[in-house]
Structure formats: structure tokens, C-alpha cells
Nanobody, 130 residues
Framework: QVQLVESGGGLVQAGGSLRLSCAAS????????MSWFRQAPGKEREFVAQ????????YYTDSVKGRFTISRDGARNTVYLQMNSLKPEDTAVYYC???????????????????????WGQGTQVTVSS
């Protein structure tokens, strides 16, 4: 079992920055990928970014490219999401998720599918005011 705990959410003005953290514990050796998702009220959970557990590869959804950066601290078993130039439409509960098995590099659909992940954190609220 892998346990995930997010932190770092809050209220920020448009154009501001926040850094989210996701600390993993338990069977971290089984993790292949870590991703961030978000869910706004009344909307589906949306893929945001992914990083391999080795930290060698990252992938972003188009709406956050150039603004968000996903990274990993191997010594701390922690994944981060640095969010810059925040917009009101970034307002959502942000979740981190872990997946234990390999995804083909071009299989974006599986990468972005919430059902394909094995463990989830409890979520952290990000609110961006205009």
C-alpha cells in the first residue's frame, strides 16, 4: 500500500504562485508514476501533470504548460507542483495520485485517466481570486 498526503494549498490572487507537496509513504518502491489531478466544483477530475518516480520524464496538460512544474525529491519521497501565473480557472481541489505499472509513452489517454491510478491523497484546496 502507498499512502499519499498533499499540502500547500491556499488562497492566492491571480498571477500569484503556490507550491503543492505530496509526501508518499509505505510501499514507495512500487511507484512508477506520480501525477497531479484537480477537480473544480461540478466538474470531472482533470489530469494536470505527471512525473516518473525516477524523475526523468514529465508530462503536462496543455492548459498548464509553461506555468506549472512538477518535480520530485527522491530523498524525501515527495513530489511537488510549482504553480506560477495562477488564473481563477485553476481554482480546484488538487489531488496527487500514484500508479504502479508502466504506461506506453504515447498512451496519453491512460496517463490522464483517474481510474488508472492505484493510490490517492485526500486533496488540497487551491483558490485563485480575480
Amino acid at each position: 500500500q502507498v499512502q499519499l498526503v498533499e499540502s500547500g494549498g491556499g488562497l492566492v490572487q491571480a498571477g500569484g504562485s503556490l507550491r503543492l507537496s505530496c509526501a508518499a509513504s509505505g510501499r514507495t518502491y512500487s511507484i512508477y508514476y506520480m501525477s497531479w489531478f484537480r477537480q473544480a466544483p461540478g466538474k470531472e477530475r482533470e489530469f494536470v501533470a505527471q512525473i516518473t518516480w525516477s524523475g526523468t520524464s514529465q508530462y503536462y496538460t496543455d492548459s498548464v504548460k509553461g506555468r506549472f512544474t512538477i518535480s520530485r525529491d527522491g530523498a524525501r519521497n515527495t513530489v511537488y507542483l510549482q504553480m506560477n501565473s495562477l488564473k481563477p480557472e485553476d481554482t480546484a481541489v488538487y489531488y496527487c495520485a500514484a500508479r504502479a505499472s508502466y504506461i506506453q509513452r504515447d498512451d496519453v489517454a491512460t496517463m490522464a485517466a483517474a481510474y488508472s491510478y492505484d493510490a490517492w491523497g485526500q486533496g488540497t484546496q487551491v483558490t485563485v481570486s480575480s
